[in-house]
């Protein structure tokens, strides 16, 4: 009853002994984490033999002979400069790795195809529609990420200021393209009315000049009227001296439909995805198909797997050929060095920093450890320069290294293939903006923002190809009046940076389908368990064919009478 309550300060007096305990007891704990850490590593390091040895090498092969390759090509590439080869001695050299880009093609449009409509189609509509909106949700924000740390940089750097640099040559003209037709373009792509044709063609607006003649009314000067009343008729001869009509020739700039060469993947995977959930909502009946189509995709693994021993011979010489073929790196200095420099650090930020940090938020996990089994698809990927090419490599990592699910990767990565392009976004972003810069324009707030959406849009258009952010490039500047022809300026390193922001965009495809799973795991999981359930009472149930069912049933007395 006598106990008197504790003062303020005989409270804060038991805050101040327990923080040099509770300081104690973290330490204590973080020494006895090492401590067992450094035991474990020192004990592994004891059991390794020559077996563990062999077998992590066979188990590595593929990223050791890839990696070896690009440093090789680099080597070779650089020892053959000073034989200054032709043109058609480059090309021959170069064959090798242009047979690995053709191979990879050529399984790119069977592999999205099977692969969207197999894992789709083992998705009902509820579980791939949550899916598609997380994925899409995580493409825009990534791009518009990777959209704003290409601004922040290049407006920090200011690479295009200085003295002007000479354009390179360019090799044909640059056509003009309207902001508005490029947009419509791309929803035309969406839905293709012949499939065949979409394998290989995509539509395009080409324009084409039409000069038109039209009667135009025109004002002739006459002296002013006295104020003296006029009658009717003077008035009207008046007005015939005042107007007069006259033709004029107008040249007008109208869009035609085109197309151009090139896989529609934005048609194909539009048309799989649909197709996918159609056979997914036929149950049943779709069994059939999806069986098919399953089968399809995984010969198409097959294959990879065999031509992925291939990947480092190509590598190796589509790196060295692009070395041997690049013009004097005296020229790249200047501001065009600031802006190779400028595009680097802003992939770099997004690729290392960004896209980690959000695996980590999201799934608590290590994200470098998931990049690592990652690392054989990036290393294609800066090889070949296309995230379509690199798909099915890309493919096997998720799969085989990662153990990422299946339905999560046939849906998630052709689609990313195809629309998600952090790195195309970021250095259209700074590309728009160097040119600016060169051309001594200052851009506002809403010019910057343009270009921030125009760069965003114009990044799911472009087709996962060599050097298609060359092209949709003419859109972002369009859209705030830059000069088109300054493109031919960033034409020199463009071969490099393509590299790069290509390995971001692989990056980010498999970093986007490892987020998704996690996220997904739990209509994952109750499908897994509703498959289960389906297979019991399957197991159940006797087992007669439907021939046999049907005979039975509709044919009580079918013998033939002799």
């Given at each position: 009853?006598?106990?008197?309550?504790?003062?303020?300060?005989?409270?804060?007096?038991?805050?101040?002994?327990?923080?040099?305990?509770?300081?104690?007891?973290?330490?204590?704990?973080?020494?006895?984490?090492?401590?067992?850490?450094?035991?474990?590593?020192?004990?592994?390091?004891?059991?390794?033999?020559?077996?563990?040895?062999?077998?992590?090498?066979?188990?590595?092969?593929?990223?050791?002979?890839?990696?070896?390759?690009?440093?090789?090509?680099?080597?070779?590439?650089?020892?053959?400069?000073?034989?200054?080869?032709?043109?058609?001695?480059?090309?021959?050299?170069?064959?090798?790795?242009?047979?690995?880009?053709?191979?990879?093609?050529?399984?790119?449009?069977?592999?999205?195809?099977?692969?969207?409509?197999?894992?789709?189609?083992?998705?009902?509509?509820?579980?791939?529609?949550?899916?598609?909106?997380?994925?899409?949700?995580?493409?825009?924000?990534?791009?518009?990420?990777?959209?704003?740390?290409?601004?922040?940089m290049v407006i920090i750097i200011r690479p295009g200021k200085g003295s002007r640099d000479s354009p390179a040559a360019s090799s044909g003209n640059i056509e003009p393209v309207q902001a508005a037709d490029a947009f419509?373009?791309?929803?035309?792509?969406?839905?293709?009315?012949?499939?065949?044709?979409?394998?290989?063609?995509?539509?395009?607006?080409?324009?084409?000049?039409?000069?038109?003649?039209?009667d135009v009314i025109i004002q002739v000067n006459v002296t002013n009227a006295t104020n003296a009343t006029i009658n009717m008729t003077d008035l009207q001869a008046n007005l015939t001296a005042v107007l007069q009509t006259?033709?004029?020739?107008?040249?007008?700039?109208?869009?035609?439909?085109?197309?151009?060469?090139?896989?529609?993947?934005?048609?194909?995977?539009?048309?799989?995805?649909?197709?996918?959930?159609?056979?997914?909502?036929?149950?049943?009946?779709?069994?059939?198909?999806?069986?098919?189509?399953?089968?399809?995709?995984?010969?198409?693994?097959?294959?990879?797997?065999?031509?992925?021993?291939?990947?480092?011979?190509?590598?190796?010489?589509?790196?060295?050929?692009?070395?041997?073929?690049?013009?004097?790196?005296?020229?790249?200095?200047?501001?065009?060095?600031?802006?190779?420099?400028?595009?680097?650090?802003?992939?770099?930020?997004?690729?290392?920093?960004?896209?980690?940090?959000?695996?980590?938020?999201?799934?608590?996990?290590?994200?470098?450890?998931?990049?690592?089994?990652?690392?054989?698809?990036?290393?294609?990927?800066?090889?070949?320069?296309?995230?379509?090419?690199?798909?099915?490599?890309?493919?096997?990592?998720?799969?085989?290294?990662?153990?990422?699910?299946?339905?999560?990767?046939?849906?998630?990565?052709?689609?990313?293939?195809?629309?998600?392009?952090?790195?195309?976004?970021?250095?259209?972003?700074?590309?728009?903006?160097?040119?600016?810069?060169?051309?001594?324009?200052?851009?506002?707030?809403?010019?910057?923002?343009?270009?921030?959406?125009?760069?965003?849009?114009?990044?799911?258009?472009?087709?996962?190809?060599?050097?298609?952010?060359?092209v949709t490039m003419v859109i972002v500047l369009t859209s705030v009046g830059l000069p088109t022809e300054d493109i031919t300026l960033i034409i020199a390193v463009d071969w490099f940076l393509d590299r790069l922001r290509?390995?971001?965009?692989?990056?980010?495809?498999?970093?986007?389908?490892?987020?998704?799973?996690?996220?997904?795991?739990?209509?994952?999981?109750?499908?897994?368990?509703?498959?289960?359930?389906?297979?019991?009472?399957?197991?159940?149930?006797?087992?007669?064919?439907?021939?046999?069912?049907?005979?039975?049933?509709?044919?009580?007395?079918?013998?033939?009478?002799?």
């Amino acid at each position: 009853m006598n106990e008197k309550p504790p003062t303020s300060a005989s409270l804060f007096l038991n805050e101040d002994s327990e923080k040099p305990e509770r300081r104690e007891r973290g330490l204590r704990h973080l020494r006895q984490a090492m401590q067992k850490r450094t035991a474990g590593a020192r004990d592994r390091m004891c059991s390794i033999t020559r077996d563990s040895a062999r077998a992590f090498l066979r188990r590595n092969a593929f990223v050791l002979f890839t990696v070896a390759a690009v440093a090789l090509g680099v080597v070779l590439g650089f020892s053959l400069r000073p034989y200054k080869l032709s043109v058609r001695e480059v090309k021959y050299f170069s064959f090798p790795g242009e047979l690995l880009m053709r191979m990879l093609q050529m399984l790119v449009l069977p592999l999205i195809i099977s692969s969207l409509v197999t894992g789709i189609s083992s998705l009902d509509s509820k579980a791939s529609g949550k899916m598609g909106v997380r994925a899409v949700v995580y493409y825009m924000v990534t791009t518009f990420i990777a959209v704003f740390i290409g601004i922040v940089m290049v407006i920090i750097i200011r690479p295009g200021k200085g003295s002007r640099d000479s354009p390179a040559a360019s090799s044909g003209n640059i056509e003009p393209v309207q902001a508005a037709d490029a947009f419509l373009d791309l929803i035309r792509n969406m839905f293709p009315p012949n499939l065949v044709e979409a394998c290989f063609k995509q539509y395009k607006t080409h324009y084409k000049k039409v000069i038109s003649s039209k009667d135009v009314i025109i004002q002739v000067n006459v002296t002013n009227a006295t104020n003296a009343t006029i009658n009717m008729t003077d008035l009207q001869a008046n007005l015939t001296a005042v107007l007069q009509t006259i033709q004029e020739t107008v040249e007008e700039t109208i869009p035609t439909a085109g197309s151009s060469n090139g896989v529609n993947a934005l048609g194909m995977v539009v048309f799989s995805m649909c197709f996918g959930l159609v056979i997914g909502n036929m149950k049943r009946q779709g069994q059939v198909l999806r069986e098919f189509f399953d089968c399809l995709n995984d010969a198409i693994m097959r294959l990879v797997a065999i031509i992925i021993w291939y990947a480092p011979v190509g590598i190796l010489f589509l790196i060295a050929g692009k070395i041997v073929e690049m013009k004097d790196l005296a020229q790249v200095g200047g501001q065009l060095g600031m802006y190779t420099v400028s595009v680097i650090v802003g992939l770099l930020i997004h690729g290392l920093f960004v896209l980690p940090l959000l695996y980590f938020l999201v799934t608590r996990k290590n994200p470098f450890a998931f990049i690592a089994g990652l690392l054989q698809a990036l290393i294609t990927a800066l090889g070949t320069s296309s995230s379509s090419a690199t798909l099915p490599i890309t493919f096997r990592c998720l799969e085989e290294n990662n153990h990422v699910d299946k339905r999560v990767t046939r849906f998630v990565l052709p689609v990313g293939a195809t629309i998600n392009m952090d790195g195309t976004a970021l250095y259209e972003a700074v590309a728009a903006i160097f040119i600016a810069q060169v051309n001594d324009m200052d851009l506002n707030f809403g010019q910057i923002l343009t270009i921030s959406i125009t760069a965003t849009a114009a990044s799911i258009g472009a087709a996962g190809i060599p050097q298609a952010g060359l092209v949709t490039m003419v859109i972002v500047l369009t859209s705030v009046g830059l000069p088109t022809e300054d493109i031919t300026l960033i034409i020199a390193v463009d071969w490099f940076l393509d590299r790069l922001r290509t390995t971001t965009n692989v990056l980010g495809d498999s970093i986007g389908a490892g987020i998704v799973e996690h996220l997904s795991r739990q209509e994952l999981q109750s499908q897994d368990v509703e498959i289960g359930n389906s297979v019991i009472e399957e197991n159940e149930k006797p087992y007669q064919l439907i021939s046999q069912e049907n005979d039975t049933t509709k044919h009580p007395n079918s013998e033939t009478t002799m």
